[in-house]
């Protein structure tokens, strides 16, 4: 019989109450973790090291780390250019039994938007409840609700660090194709590591929020093609940033208009021939901005940047989403970013708060409406919260935690083999 949780009061306060057990977490990796190797051979999804690595909220039983023992990997994966490069993350083995029926089914996790800088790592802040870097930088990893609401059930989880954060450059923040090959490589590389209790034949979830609903959108789209092996049952994605553009016009003058500052650097990284173009555009309090993200984990981020203007660091005063319009190569790789293109061949699950002051909730219903049309089977599940403090990040939070238990019934449904519900044509 499967275990259900559909509410998120029984959900969260598991994890709390194991957090009142808490034993002392160990010291996070050596930096020398992150540092790739010099040669990438093998395939996507190889492992190229791992370790153990300890939850910060963990109790020893007969069975195990409840509620999982942490293994941290460093894999291979596949730029945006299709060249190899390594990223890091931690996969979670359950100490709970799966009571449902066939093998342990494994959830790749995409986390939502953490910063810019290596500490804000997920494989990292995972051994810490709090995270402190002075003057600002206090953080706690979130994703630790959506985590242990997959652990609690027996399934094992896998989060991804992304390309470049942890590891050397810039993160490519929103990189769709990077994004995309970084989840799926973290199941594989799950998939093959010794002494778990996943198998050949575990089924894969795909589960993200925000940036991390972005980037599972694009896994799902994009796995026929780059990981067809990969027997992915069902995709979560909630709020997905599908267009860049739009997201940007939104997101300018909110708490988090910081954030613009990590796809700016994200896109410098990942190509690098357009550098100049983005350079040239910045004065030189935008430039500062742009250097100071690149270190930063998203709360200092909004604590530093929050509610400015792109029109205060660009040179000629305009918002940025104006000055891209005389930039048509560099709004051309805004445009590479665009999820919607290519067709899942599994079933997804789409929300977006109707409210969302971050990411605007026509993206999550146009994506729907894209895939629809190219005969995927899609769930659209909007969100009425009403508006709360506007471009304050409340209207995109809210709609997260109210969504999760739809979506754990959704994934748990798709391991169980129920049917897959699909609205297309309806919404």
């Known amino acids: 019989m499967r275990v259900r949780r559909t509410v998120l009061s029984t959900i969260v306060g598991g994890a709390l109450a194991a957090g009142a057990l808490v034993a002392p977490a160990t010291a996070s990796a050596a930096p020398d973790f992150y540092a790739p190797p010099a040669e990438l051979g093998g395939a996507?999804?190889?492992v190229l090291r791992a370790e153990p690595s300890d939850l910060a909220i963990r109790v020893p039983t007969e069975t195990g780390m409840f509620p999982a023992q942490?293994?941290?990997?460093?894999?291979?994966?596949?730029?945006?250019?299709?060249?190899?490069?390594?990223?890091?993350?931690?996969?979670?083995?359950?100490?709970?039994?799966?009571?449902?029926?066939?093998?342990?089914?494994?959830?790749?996790?995409?986390?939502?938007t953490q910063g810019q800088g290596d500490q804000c790592a997920p494989s990292?802040?995972?051994?810490?409840?709090?995270?402190?870097t002075p003057p600002l930088d206090l953080f706690t990893e979130y994703e630790l609700i959506s985590i242990n609401a997959m652990l609690l059930q027996g399934i094992g989880v896998v989060v991804t660090d992304y390309e470049g954060l942890g590891t050397p450059g810039d993160h490519t923040y929103v990189?769709?194709?990077?994004?995309?090959?970084?989840?799926?490589?973290?199941?594989?590389?799950?998939?093959?590591?010794?002494?778990?209790?996943?198998?050949?034949?575990?089924?894969?979830?795909?589960?993200?929020?925000?940036?991390?609903?972005?980037?599972?959108?694009?896994?799902?789209?994009?796995?026929?093609a780059y990981a067809p092996e990969l027997d992915v049952k069902g995709t979560y994605a909630g709020a997905p940033p599908a267009d860049l553009e739009a997201t940007l016009a939104q997101i300018d003058g909110s708490f988090l208009t910081g954030a613009i500052g990590y796809t700016v650097n994200g896109l410098a990284q990942a190509y690098p021939e357009q550098r100049s173009k983005i350079d040239a555009v910045f004065n030189d309090r935008g430039r500062a901005m742009l250097a100071g993200v690149a270190g930063q984990c998203v709360p200092e981020t909004g604590l530093r940047y929050g509610f400015q203007r792109t029109s205060d660091y660009t040179k000629d005063g305009r918002p940025l989403s104006e000055v891209l319009d005389g930039l048509p190569d560099v709004k051309a790789l805004l445009d590479e970013q665009r999820i919607g293109r290519a067709t899942p061949t599994s079933p997804v699950l789409i929300q977006h708060g109707t409210q969302d002051d971050i990411v605007?909730?026509?993206?999550?219903?146009?994506?729907?409406?894209?895939?629809?049309?190219?005969?995927?089977?899609?769930?659209?599940?909007?969100?009425?919260?009403?508006?709360?403090?506007p471009s304050v990040g409340i209207g995109h939070v809210v709609p997260?935690?109210?969504?999760?238990?739809?979506?754990v019934s959704f994934l748990n449904d798709r391991f169980a083999g129920v049917p897959a519900p699909n609205n297309c044509g309806t919404f």
């Not at 997260?400 to 979506?407: D, F, H, K, S, V």
Request: charged share 15%; with cysteine; net charge negative.
């Open 175 to 224: 990189n769709r194709a990077a994004e995309a090959h970084a989840v799926l490589d973290a199941a594989r590389a799950a998939l093959s590591l010794d002494g778990t209790s996943l198998s050949d034949d575990s089924p894969i979830g795909l589960w993200g929020y925000s940036q991390g609903g972005g980037a599972t959108a694009a896994a799902a789209e994009l796995q026929p």
């Open 400 to 407: 997260m935690l109210g969504g999760l238990p739809e979506a």
């Open 124 to 132: 990292k802040q995972l051994n810490g409840l709090i995270n402190y």
């Open 70 to 112: 942490g293994t941290r990997l460093m894999y291979r994966s596949t730029d945006t250019h299709g060249a190899p490069n390594a990223v890091t993350g931690t996969y979670l083995e359950p100490s709970q039994p799966w009571h449902g029926t066939g093998a342990r089914p494994l959830v790749a996790l995409a986390p939502g």
């Open 360 to 389: 605007p909730y026509g993206q999550g219903r146009q994506l729907a409406a894209d895939w629809c049309a190219q005969g995927a089977t899609v769930q659209f599940s909007p969100n009425l919260t009403p508006p709360i403090l």
């Open 44 to 46: 996507p999804g190889d």
